[in-house]
């Protein structure tokens, strides 16, 4: 399987091409760029324009980008107003988050990449028709847009009633679209395992995030490390199971005390594909 490394191990800091370089130079040979203001500034036309050059250039692949979760620079701590839900049921804020995530897709005008991994509304979210309807239509949308770019979306499973594996196939089988998916280790280890959830996404899946948790908390821990819960050896038989259908990608929370980050990283893949 392809190695595979998201920028969100170092989320909270500047992207730079020097640590893309760094990357590359690790032998990694896909990237997945994630969107957060402090990081990646989707709409900073100087950042994206600067990216386009260096990929031009380099070895290293963009093969997914992960479309904004917040409008501002903390996570969405400044306030409500700026957590991006695709799936809100008034119009006109539903109308103001498709065209936010559409300002993503346009990074493929300049940087191309394969897949936009998007959140199917946000954590905890209940789970309603009104809901569904509204995903519907906001997805629809999107779709179109991306496929003018070369992109696909990808849905991902995540902490709330609407983005479970079941509910992820049941909006598939309700609305009709289709939609491919991005399997997150973690999250399914949180929510019903990671067995259960793989078996039901499997024919759709297109992408991964592999990180630890102790089960209950999205701690995005290296896998393996401390305090980490998943049975590596028995997800890396799920996932081989497959082959060629997705690369093995990290999705890693930032350790401040380690000194050589990438180092780490690769010590992962290796111990993965032991398994």
């Known amino acids: 399987m392809d190695r595979a490394l998201s920028s969100h191990v170092i989320v909270n800091h500047r992207l730079t091409t020097s640590w893309l370089g760094k990357v590359e130079r690790a032998g990694i040979s896909a990237i997945e760029l994630f969107c957060a203001k402090q990081h990646l500034d989707w709409r900073n036309s100087s950042q994206i324009a600067d990216l386009g050059a260096w990929f031009g250039d380099s070895e290293l ?13 903390y996570w969405g701590r400044s306030g409500p107003d700026t957590h991006i839900n695709i799936t809100e049921h008034k ?16 990074v493929a005008e300049t940087v191309p990449f394969r897949y936009l991994i998007q959140h199917l509304g946000v954590n905890d979210q209940e789970f309603s028709e009104r809901t569904v309807d509204a995903a519907f239509s906001s997805l629809d949308e999107l779709n179109v847009f991306a496929r003018q770019r070369g992109v696909e979306i990808l849905l991902e499973n995540i902490r709330n009633e609407l983005a479970s594996a079941e509910r992820l196939r049941q909006f598939n089988d309700m609305t009709h679209l289709n939609m491919n998916f991005v399997f997150d280790a973690g999250h399914a280890h949180i929510v019903a395992g990671v067995e259960h959830e793989f078996e ?30 998943i049975d590596w ?29 990438l180092d780490e990283v690769v010590k992962v893949f290796d111990n993965l594909e032991a398994l």
Do not use: C
Not at 61 to 73: A, G, I, N, V
Not at 218 to 227: E, M, N, R, T, Y
Not at 233 to 261: N, W
């Open 233 to 261: 050896k028995r997800t890396m038989e799920l996932l081989k199971s497959r082959p060629g259908q997705y690369p093995l990608l990290l999705e890693l929370r930032e350790v401040p005390e380690m000194e050589h980050p």
């Open 61 to 73: 692949k963009l093969h997914s980008l992960h479309s904004p979760m917040y409008t501002d620079e």
């Open 200 to 229: 039901i996404m499997a024919p759709r899946i297109r992408s991964l995030h592999l990180h630890d948790n102790n089960g209950t908390d999205d701690q995005h821990l290296f896998p393996q490390s401390k305090g980490g819960t």
């Open 91 to 106: 119009k006109a804020d539903r109308i103001k988050w498709v065209d936010e995530v559409k300002r993503a897709l346009e």
